[in-house]
């Protein structure tokens, strides 16, 4: 019989693996540690016009679960001056009910870490499977859901020095404000508001690509650093990568997808190296090396894959 693939972390990237692998015949389980109607913590933006071309792919209709969409885009702090953007795609989506209802069909069984076969590692920010990298950067967060904020539209405000920013987003009638820093001082601006339910975890911040694999352990998704360095944006890139997986999966086999897949991880996102590069030197307040400044111009390009349309000039305003 064929082996069978476990699935460890059933968030994002995992749901869409397991329904990837399973709608193609593949001996496929998966598991998760969260309890039911866990809130899970995250802005639930994103780009919409992304999302629906991977919803489709295992038969959701991204449609049904916006919240709300971008209309004008403020970013303010650290020289932005309050600067009116315009969205190309962003939006907030129920992702509670989308992993919920995408997960109801998923055959579970518990996975232990000396299974034999593939186990693909998904479980985000734990690494649970994968254990430790070395080359590991997290920030704080935290946020809240509240019935209100001032600020009616997508907002933004980035914390000097590029620690991170706070945000707030509307969610249909409600709005979720949260604030992400490489300094815990800074969650205090979430603090002001009222909660209806706080979450907090650490989000990875930097690319983790040199220890993909373990074993017969292969990560997907924030356990590997596909989060963007600059705006935290880990949804599709998440995604991304468990796509580009079950393309190497289907096409040399469960034994003999590693090689290939953690070449193409690197070739796909290998510019967030240079992105976290350029983020941690502003940080310590270094001087921009050749490659940082070029490194500006993946800047543009993570921001308008959020689905913000972003010219280049004001980044490096904000930056050097
Ligand atoms: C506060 C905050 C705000 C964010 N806002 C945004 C945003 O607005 N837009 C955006 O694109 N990204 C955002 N992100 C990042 C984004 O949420 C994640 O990068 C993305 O969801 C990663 O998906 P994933 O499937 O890799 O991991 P996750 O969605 O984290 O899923 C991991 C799963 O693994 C499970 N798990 C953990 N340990 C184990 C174990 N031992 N065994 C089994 N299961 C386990 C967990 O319960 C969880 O269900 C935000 C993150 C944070 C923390």
Redesign the pocket.
């Known amino acids: 019989m064929e082996q069978r693939i476990r699935i ?8 869409y693996l397991y329904q990837r692998l399973k709608n193609d015949g593949f001996n496929v389980t998966g ?4 309890k039911e109607k ?1 809130y ?7 780009n919409e016009n992304i999302m629906h071309k991977y919803m489709s792919q295992i038969n959701i209709d991204f449609e049904k679960y916006i919240l709300s969409r971008a209309n004008k885009i403020t970013f303010a702090g650290n020289k932005f001056d309050d600067r009116i953007l315009d969205p190309s795609g962003l939006c ?1 989506f129920d992702k509670n009910k989308l992993e919920e209802d995408a997960r109801n069909s998923i055959e579970l069984s518990k ?1 232990n870490r000396d299974d034999d076969g593939l186990i693909i590692d ?5 690494r ?2 994968l254990g430790k990298s070395r080359e590991d950067t997290q920030y704080y ?3 809240y859901l509240t019935d209100s904020s001032e600020h009616k539209d997508f907002y933004f405000y980035f914390f000097e020095r590029g620690r991170g920013y706070f ?1 707030s ?1 509307p969610m249909g009638n409600k709005y979720h404000v ?1 604030a ?1 820093s490489l300094s815990v001082d800074d969650l205090t601006a979430v603090r002001k508001y009222i909660p209806v339910r706080i ?6 911040m930097s690319p983790q690509f040199g220890s993909i694999q373990n074993g017969n352990v292969i990560g ?4 590997i650093g ?2 963007s360095p600059v705006t ?7 995604l991304r990568s468990a796509e580009i997986l079950y393309e190497c999966i289907k096409r040399y086999g469960p034994e003999d997808a590693g090689n290939v897949y953690r070449h193409r991880i690197i070739k796909e996102f290998g510019y967030y190296y240079r992105l976290s590069r350029l983020v941690s030197n502003i940080q310590a307040g270094r001087t921009l090396n050749l490659s940082n400044i070029i490194a500006i111009k993946y800047v543009k390009k993570t921001v308008n894959d ?1 689905g913000i349309r972003l010219e280049v000039l004001p980044f490096i305003r904000h930056f050097v």
Do not use: H, M
């Open positions: 460890a972390g059933l968030g994002i990237s995992g749901i598991f998760d540690i969260k866990f899970i913590p995250c802005g639930y933006a994103t907030t996975i998904a479980t985000g920010i734990s649970a499977y967060t935290l946020e945000w987003f949260g992400g979450t907090s975890r650490n989000i990875r997907i998704g924030e356990s596909t989060v935290g944006e880990g949804i599709i890139p998440s959020f």
